[in-house]
């Protein structure tokens, strides 16, 4: 058991961007994102479910659709690409500090004791979001990336303080976390009927997938404390 997790604390520190690109694939399944996503994508194709369901796409609208869908994923990679690369930079260095690497990784398993629904904090509960009206995808994607703090917060707050603890890896970390969360986006836009039906199903193993990233999230945060004793 020692041996499998010291393995595993290896491969946190040996492959961060798979770590960050699981992470975002997590945040697209938190419970605060997937049963919205729906809205977002129908807002962005400019359909509605009833539509997309009894008409056949043209050429035209599919790529409309493509084209909306990587506005609004520019939108909010912008928004955790300047966070995550901005934290690296200003705080980067104090990770040379054992008791910064402690706090972190207490921090990082407070945030999955949390989205686990191991215990609810309740100051984590609070939610932000912005509505907007008549913005662009861009735009909507760019207030995604602001609003949605309950869910995304604690995976993207452990994204960020690794990617604060290798300022070197930090940009591509957070590319890759938002790739991650971009993923599924891309997918909904290609396969827009398939993609709305599969979303229905994985919505009643939501609890499962909190107890995952919750899980995941606690891992990387004993990893934080493992690193401050070595």
């Known amino acids: 058991m020692e041996n499998l997790v010291y393995s595993l ?7 961060p961007f798979i770590v960050s690109y699981i992470a975002g ?15 977002y994508f129908f807002y ?6 009833k539509e997309l369901e009894s008409k056949t796409l043209s050429k035209k ?11 609004f994923i520019l939108g909010f990679s912008v928004v955790f690409i300047l966070i995550g690369v901005a934290a690296a930079k200003l ?32 100051i984590l509960n609070q939610e932000k979001r912005l509505h ?13 990336a602001f609003g949605w703090t309950p869910c995304i917060g604690p995976i993207f707050g452990t994204i960020v303080g690794m990617a604060a603890s290798e300022p070197t890896k930090a940009i591509f970390m957070m590319i890759l976390y938002t790739l991650g969360l971009a993923t599924p986006f891309i997918l909904m836009a290609i396969f827009s009927v398939a993609s709305l039906k599969m979303i ?22 004993i990893y934080f404390l493992y690193k401050s004793l070595i």
Request: charged share 15%; proline share 3%; with cysteine.
């Open 132 to 144: 907007l009206q008549n913005v662009g995808s861009f735009m909507l994607g760019f207030s995604f």
């Open 200 to 221: 229905e199903k994985l919505k009643k193993y939501l609890g499962i997938i909190e107890k995952i990233s919750g899980i995941l999230l606690i891992l990387i945060g």
């Open 9 to 15: 604390f290896d491969y946190f520190d040996k492959m």
């Open 44 to 49: 962005i194709a400019g359909v509605s479910a």
């Open 61 to 71: 609208e599919k790529l409309n659709i493509f084209i909306q869908s990587i506005l």
């Open 91 to 122: 705080i980067g260095n104090i990770f040379a500090y054992k008791w910064v690497n402690i706090l972190t990784g207490l921090i990082i398993i407070i945030f999955g004791i949390h989205l686990g629904g191991f215990y609810r904090f309740k």
């Open 25 to 39: 694939i997590l945040s697209f399944l938190s419970p605060c994102v997937l049963p919205l996503v729906p809205i």
